[in-house]
């Protein structure tokens, strides 16, 4: 059974930074393909950014050069690094990953005043 526990999401001033973290027990986790998704409100949940094993990894056009996504091997965490916020960026974002089934987090807020 996998579990993904979010966290650091909060209320930060455009041009801002937050880092998320999400905690990853039950798995492998140095081969754990883990995704952050988004989700403001009215809106689909959308694919932010994507770590595979060996670190390569992926971003939504929308977040590229702002966000970074990496791992801590030592806590089984990883984590989203995200500068330049924009009110656009509000949502809440999950953690997410797939093995046979779709594992999901609670989700942590993150909202970016103008």
């Known amino acids: 059974q996998v579990q993904l526990v979010e966290s650091g999401g909060g209320l930060v001033q455009a041009g801002g930074s937050l880092r998320l973290s999400c905690a990853v027990s039950g798995s492998t986790f140095s081969i754990t393909t883990i995704n952050w998704f988004r989700q403001a409100p009215g809106k689909q949940r959308e694919l932010v950014a994507t770590i595979r094993s060996g670190d390569s990894t992926n971003y939504a056009d929308s977040v590229k050069g702002r966000f970074t996504i990496f791992r801590d091997n030592a806590k089984n965490t990883v984590l989203l690094q995200m500068n330049s916020l924009k009110p656009e960026d509000t949502a809440v974002y999950y953690c997410?990953?797939?093995?046979?089934?779709?594992?999901w987090g609670q989700g942590t807020q993150v909202t970016v005043s103008s």
């Open positions: 997410h990953t797939y093995k046979l089934v779709n594992y």
